[in-house]
């Protein structure tokens, strides 16, 4: 099976605090647009206060995609994914759109 090395078109934060991972994209009323969020270290999440769907891609340490869930939505949640050390919170249809695959390294 073939992995590839991707990077991502869009500008990502990091929440790498106690408060900002904490917060997330809790309460925040805008649809994201070719931006993500970068939550570290974390294994699962919750979309609880969310208003909108997002692709969540989860990675290992070494930022190879060991799990993704798309166009998850309001109030549902994550369990905890073995092997995943941190996630990435992407628009939705950002997976399908570019052919992210399990496996995938991702440059960020």
Known sequence: MDHSIRTLPYSINLADSFFKRLKGL???K?????????IVPCNSIH???MNFDIDAVF???????VK???KL???????????A???IELPPGT???LGLKQGDMLQL
């Open 47 to 49: 979309m609880c206060f």
């Open 26 to 28: 809790m309460f925040r």
């Open 68 to 70: 993704m869930v798309e």
């Open 85 to 87: 050390y941190s996630v």
């Open 73 to 83: 939505k309001p109030w549902k949640f994550v369990k905890p994914v073995r092997d």
């Open 30 to 38: 805008d649809q994201l647009v070719e931006e993500g969020l970068w």
């Open 59 to 65: 990675l290992n340490k070494e930022g190879q995609i």
């Open 95 to 97: 997976v399908a759109k």
